[in-house]
């Protein structure tokens, strides 16, 4: 593998009203772009002042990013490690945070030198640091992507021979994008279970 594609998001918040449209306008960057690229969230998934957030401890957004193919979501500032040990078994997603990082796997391609991580961590080929950062830069085999507005999404290809970066761009999403049906249900299913949690929580 030489050239490595990323696309992430940041700062969600815990809005799965957005996730059905920020799904389907993923899915038209990976056509137009690379359809094998790696798909993160860099924090701030879930927050806690949102309903649902609160009522099943930051599990609720994750488990939407999960079917919609995210390959790690940085978790370490709404969820506690017991949550996220008992959410880590049942996901395909890596739940990153300081203490805990996800080695590359993209079917098929497995890399175990690629680590992603909640902060800077020694990596024979590559650490992305899924984590806010003021600028995207990639330094001594360590890429930081910068931080991103709900409903943006980031492109960022690094060549790893070279390790520079060859694209850095940030997409925002289409007010009129369609929602993807699936996605929709999912967070149907998904608000379900948060009010039954938020009930048996009074």
């Known amino acids: 593998m030489n050239s490595l594609t990323i696309l992430y998001t940041s700062n969600l918040r815990g809005d799965l009203q957005l996730l059905p449209r920020l799904y389907t306008f993923i899915q038209q960057l990976k056509r137009e772009h690379d359809s094998q690229a790696l798909l993160l969230d860099t924090g701030h998934a879930c927050a806690d002042d949102v309903w649902h957030c609160e009522a099943t ?29 008992s959410l880590a078994g049942s996901i395909s997603t890596g739940l990153v945070t300081h203490r805990h990082m996800w080695r590359y796997f993209v079917p098929p391609t497995r ?3 690629i680590v ?11 650490c992305i640091v899924a984590a806010p ?18 409903g943006q999404v980031g492109l960022v290809v690094a060549d790893l021979q070279k390790m520079t970066i060859a694209t850095d761009e940030i997409f925002t999403m289409p007010p ?6 699936t996605i929709a249900a ?7 279970e948060a009010r039954l949690a938020q009930k048996r929580n009074d």
């Not at 991580?117 to 590559?126: D, E, F, V």
């Open 57 to 85: 401890k930051g599990r609720s957004t994750v488990i939407v990013l999960d079917g919609m193919g995210y390959h790690a979501v940085n978790v370490a500032d709404f969820m506690g490690n017991t949550e996220r040990d």
């Open 111 to 113: 890399d175990e030198d």
């Open 186 to 192: 999912s967070v149907d299913l998904v608000e379900e």
């Open 133 to 150: 950062s003021d600028k995207t830069v990639l330094e001594n085999r360590t890429l930081h992507l910068k931080t991103l507005e709900k």
């Open 116 to 126: 992603i991580a909640g902060q800077s961590t020694p990596a024979i080929k590559l």
């Open 176 to 181: 009129k994008i369609k929602p993807d049906a």
